[in-house]
Nanobody
Framework: QVQLVESGGGLVQAGGSLRLSCAAS????????MGWFRQAPGKEREFVAG????????YYADSVKGRFTISRDNSKNTVHLQMNNLSSEDTAVYYC????????????????WGQGTQVTASS
């Protein structure tokens, strides 16, 4: 079983920044991609960003391109999401997930999920 623990969420003013982190532990799959998703109240969960094992491929939702950056540190089994210029539209619970197929795209097979961390950007 894989355990994923997110951290770094909080309350920030519009225009501010936050850096989310997700630490993976437990069973490993060799090379796996990781992704970030979010779910706002009353809305479906949506893909935010993903990264493959090597870090050579990254994917972003159109709504966050140019503002968010995903990165990973395989020596620490962690993935990060740097979020800049936040707006109220980014307010949501953010989840990290593991894709054992090492895709990292929005179409990847994300089998394992964290509990989520709340991000609130106030205007």
């Amino acid at each position: 079983q894989v355990q994923l623990v997110e951290s770094g969420g909080g309350l920030v003013q519009a225009g501010g920044s936050l850096r989310l982190s997700c630490a993976a532990s437990g069973r490993t799959f060799g090379r796996y991609a990781m992704g970030w998703f979010r779910q706002a109240p009353g809305k479906e969960r949506e893909f935010v960003a993903g990264i493959n094992w090597s870090g050579g491929r990254t994917y972003y939702a159109d709504s966050v391109k140019g503002r968010f950056t995903i990165s990973r540190d395989n020596s620490k089994n962690t993935v990060h999401l740097q979020m800049n210029n936040l707006s109220s539209e980014d307010t949501a619970v953010y989840y990290c997930a593991v894709d054992p197929t090492d895709s990292g795209s929005s179409r990847g097979r994300y089998d394992y999920w964290g509990q989520g961390t709340q991000v609130t950007a106030s205007s």
